[in-house]
């Protein structure tokens, strides 16, 4: 299974931009979608949370002004950032809990990470 992510970038505060992540390979099905990141010196974090049936789960910093949806038909998550500030500048790496078509089994997946520098 690969996650891979696109969409990062450089904006201006109060800018926007879209993450996207596909998942590819032997899937069954993909239960909870996620998107984190990581600032230079920092943890890595939760930023938004999505199950298969829609429900969404954001980090309070981020409610209001980043929004997580997904298409289950394309395995494809996505992140629509908007009123962005220079704090949201990080590494995003997307994340995804699939069910393995081969053997049922579920395994935890991440995407390669896509870089968002947001400017003061």
């Known amino acids: 299974v690969q996650l891979q992510a696109f969409g990062g970038g450089w904006v201006q505060a109060g800018g926007s931009l879209r993450l996207s992540c596909a998942a590819s390979g032997s899937i069954f099905s993909i239960k909870d979608m996620g998107w984190y990141r990581q600032a230079p010196g920092k943890q890595r974090e939760l930023v938004a949370a999505?199950?298969?049936?829609?429900?969404?789960n954001y980090t309070d910093s981020v409610k209001g002004r980043l929004t997580i949806s997904r298409d289950n038909a394309k395995d494809t998550v996505y992140l629509q950032m908007n009123s962005l500030k220079p704090e949201d500048t990080a590494t995003y790496y997307c994340n995804a809990r699939v069910v393995l078509l081969t053997t049922y089994s579920t395994g935890t997946y991440w995407g390669q990470g896509t870089l968002v520098t947001v400017s003061s």
């Open positions: 999505i199950t298969s049936a829609g429900r969404t």
